[in-house]
């Protein structure tokens, strides 16, 4: 059974910003032999990998991409030089990710907070549960 999991990196999330994909940006990936930090060893330039949460799957790797693709954009990495062919870079829509959870505490019942901050711990679930499409 693979792992899906959602990484980040200070170095990746410096340079979106700096070539205006903006900060919220993450990789997600599948790694087959249940090790994501050795799938994610110096992908798109960068070495400060950040495992933020893994489930187990039995779907492939392009199924989920292509899922996740439909409600988040995915990087090029043609486009971009530095990504050197890394598949996954997501840029994701932290506005996306608010709605998602004031409408999570809504159906629990609860009085959605003034101000909603997204910690990556957020992000990375909303991403794992756009891929598996649940």
């Not at 990746?12 to 997600?28: F, H, I, P, R």
């Not at 799938?39 to 989920?64: C, F, M, P, R, V």
């Not at 997204?118 to 794992?128: E, G, M, N, S, T």
Request: net charge neutral; proline share 4%.
């Amino acid at each position: 059974m693979a792992i899906l999991y959602v990484a980040s990196s200070k170095i990746l999330q410096t340079w979106a910003a700096d070539v205006g994909l903006g900060k919220a940006v993450y990789k997600v990936g599948l790694a087959a032999d249940g090790e994501p930090a050795a799938s994610l060893a110096n992908q798109a330039g960068a070495d400060d990998w950040k495992i933020l949460a893994t489930t187990e799957t039995e779907q492939s790797e392009t199924d989920l991409l292509d899922r996740l693709g439909a409600k988040q954009k995915l990087v090029d990495p043609a486009y971009y030089p530095r990504l050197r062919g890394a598949t996954g870079i997501v840029k994701v829509n932290l506005t996306a990710v608010e709605n998602a959870l004031m409408v999570a505490q809504a159906l629990e019942s609860r009085d959605p907070p003034k101000n909603i901050k997204v910690k990556p711990a957020d992000v990375a679930r909303f991403l794992i549960r756009n891929a598996l499409g649940s």
